[in-house]
């Protein structure tokens, strides 16, 4: 994939709430990618892994920046990979200095893991996130009743809040990331204590007469319970697509879900980066 070839314009203070920036499509440039990151405004990269090695790596960017913090987990795909990375996965976490564990969840459009693996390794890092106290990031793909459950059983023993470790008294208890649901089930979760993340694709114009539900998201939910994010290298925001992404043009989506809403650009960048901190308890500059 090429980069993006023109960058937008800073939102000073704004944070990319799920990015892979240790995925190889980044590598050849990563530097330069960090350095538009920052010139764009970006304050925080959630940098999240996949498996046992791209959490470590998620894990080493953030000791190399103060601003990239890491998310450990197995991704729905590598579920079957559970059995092998469990103990690993069980070390890392309980040494490691992780925001949240993710991405986690189900993904019944792809089905890499079948579905008794992808449920396994769900429950099993639900449990792992509970004994840390902290936040899960979520990753749901055509599985929406399913993941609903499981995560209103989970929350249900977590209760509506989570503990603050570094600051503060309590925060949310994980993100749906990429959400790709209706607003009806946005709210749902909301009432859960989760926050629900919008990524590039509420930029793509609607098709015939599918309407972008992730606009009607995007519109309906409290910037109170929003975050934003980029999930690059893929889903890239208009006017970039066909382009890779990259952290600094989660600065598009902000632009696009603040005029969608009628809202200031910096007002959504503002109050989903104060978001973001609360959910992964981390301090910006
Ligand atoms: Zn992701």
């Not at 944070?15 to 892979?20: K, L, N, V």
């Not at 590598?27 to 330069?32: C, I, L, T």
């Given at each position: 994939m090429k980069s993006a070839t023109t960058f937008p314009e800073s939102l000073p203070g704004i944070?990319?709430?799920?990015?892979?920036t240790w995925d190889k499509e980044l590598?050849?440039?990563?530097?330069?990618?960090?350095e538009r990151s920052w010139s764009a405004g970006l304050s925080a990269i959630i940098e999240v892994g996949v498996d046992l090695k791209t959490s470590r790596q998620a894990?080493?960017?953030?000791?190399?920046?103060?601003r990239?913090?890491?998310?450990?987990?197995?991704h729905p795909h590598e579920a079957k990979h559970l059995g092998t990375q469990k103990a690993e996965l069980e070390q890392l976490v309980a040494d490691g200095d992780f925001v949240a564990v993710g991405e986690i969840g189900l993904d019944f459009f792809r089905n890499f893991s079948s579905t008794e693996e992808q449920e396994r390794a769900f429950s099993w890092q639900l449990e792992l996130a509970l004994e840390h106290s902290l936040p899960v990031v979520i990753h749901s793909r055509e599985a929406d009743d399913a993941t609903y459950e499981i995560l209103k059983a989970w929350a249900s023993q977590v209760g509506r809040y989570l503990p603050r470790t570094k600051q503060g008294d309590e925060r949310p208890i994980g993100m749906l990331h990429c959400f790709s649901g209706d607003s009806a089930l946005a709210q749902r979760y909301l009432e859960l204590g989760f926050l629900i993340?919008?990524?590039?694709?509420?930029t793509y114009p609607s098709k015939g007469t599918n309407k972008n539900r992730g606009q009607d998201v995007a519109q309906s939910i409290p910037l109170t319970g929003m975050l934003l994010e980029t999930d690059c290298p893929y889903l890239t925001p208009v006017p970039h697509r066909g382009y890779r992404n990259e952290p600094a043009l989660?600065?598009?989506?902000?632009?696009f879900v603040a005029q969608l809403r009628g809202e200031q650009p910096e007002i959504v960048a503002n109050v989903t980066a104060d978001n973001a901190r609360v959910l992964f308890d981390i301090t910006t500059t």
């Open positions: 944070i990319d709430s799920h990015a892979h590598h050849n440039d990563h530097s330069a990618v960090l894990a080493e960017l953030a000791d190399q920046d103060p990239i913090h890491a998310v450990a987990g197995l993340s919008i990524p590039g694709t509420v989660v600065v598009e989506t902000a632009r």
